[in-house]
């Protein structure tokens, strides 16, 4: 049995960028960080005494003799990829699906890392973000960034630049004593709101053109977040920046925000919150908040009908967590 751990992420600067279609042509730039929570997928070979030939666990189980009829577009995309069959795959995760903390591409590298390592073969970070791209954007053909794939791959806290040559993931240096200041800054609150992410990512695709220059805007934040950050400057403008890019983000289009998301961050604000924004695409999801930690009492009690997702940033990205290999043919499970 393979047992994978992959991160999920927060986006806090530039999400929007990484689209395909803007960043050919303009260039992108993000800046988030993984953290503690994790997508977990266990794989190992199918025995074969039973009248399926692959069964797959997340919130449904499907058992079927052909990996055609998975329908799980993910995950029988994957195994088309890698040439994979006979296969038991079970996902659990520490957060629910849907809420744009990457948790679709954390299932996907985690799913191709097992993939690799039952073949016994080592899979690099920079791969292993490039083929999860692949099979969601081209293979799924599903609206979105690169980003995910890529934070979830490499963990921790980085700058992503995008351009017409694909990803160049460099790590933001910052001091430990004032990255744990940040830390203890940001709450994370869930909205009740799950939603399927590649409809938000379509609006978002199609205002692409009309929405140039906020997006470049954007864009320009990441330099300013980076540079407020390894400067040792007022930390609070980190979360002015962070609502100056959510008020960016919310006119892209009316599927970002809501009534009741703006009620949300609305009573945030009036109760401390410096900064904040939705995580992903928008639409719903978690709501991440930047506030002195002294208000983070009045916050929390403001927002008690939602539920508070405690948190730390985490460094590792995906990674083997339970590796016991079995003896078998490989043209058992690999064609």
């Known amino acids: 049995m393979i047992a994978t751990q992959s991160p999920f992420r927060i986006s806090f600067f530039g999400g929007g960028t990484d689209y395909k ?77 849907r809420t744009g903390l990457g948790t679709s591409s954390s299932f996907a590298v985690g ?33 979105g960034g690169w980003q995910d794939q890529v934070a979830a791959a490499f963990g921790g806290f980085n700058r992503i630049d995008f351009d017409a040559s694909g990803f160049h993931v460099r790590p933001v240096i910052v001091a430990p004593k004032r990255r744990a200041e940040l830390d203890r800054r940001l709450m994370m609150f869930f909205t009740g709101i799950s939603r399927i992410s590649a409809k938000v990512a379509e609006a978002q695709s199609a205002a692409i053109k009309d ?30 920046l962070l609502d100056c890019t959510w008020r960016l983000k919310r006119g892209l289009t009316k599927e970002i ?16 919150a410096i900064g904040g924004k939705l995580t992903g695409a928008g639409g719903g999801g978690f709501m991440v908040l930047f506030a002195e930690p002294e208000a983070h009492g009045r916050i929390r009690a403001a927002l008690e009908n939602l539920v508070y997702v405690p948190f730390s940033f985490e460094n590792d990205g995906s990674k083997i967590i339970h590796y016991a290999p079995e003896e078998y043919d490989e043209t058992e499970v690999f064609r």
């Open 211 to 240: 929405k140039t220059a906020e997006l470049l805007e954007m864009k320009r934040l990441v330099d300013d977040a980076e540079r407020i950050l390894v400067s040792g400057g007022d930390l609070d403008d980190f979360g002015r």
């Open 111 to 143: 799913l191709l890392q097992a993939m690799y390592t039952m073949r016994g073969k080592y899979v690099g970070k920079q791969k292993l973000a490039e083929e999860a791209i692949y099979v969601e954007r081209e293979l799924c053909a599903e609206s």
């Open 257 to 272: 925000s809501t009534d009741y998301i703006d009620d949300i961050y609305k009573n945030a604000r009036d109760n401390g």
């Open 21 to 97: 279609p803007f960043f050919e042509e303009h260039g992108g730039s993000v800046l988030s960080t993984t953290f503690d929570k994790y997508a977990y997928v266990t794989l190992r070979r199918c025995p074969p005494f039973f009248d399926y030939h692959t069964q797959v666990r997340y919130s449904k189980t499907e058992s079927v003799r052909r990996t055609e009829e998975i329908e799980h577009p993910l995950v029988r995309n994957c195994m088309l990829h890698m040439g994979a069959h006979n296969l038991s795959i079970s996902y659990d995760a520490d957060l629910p699906a």
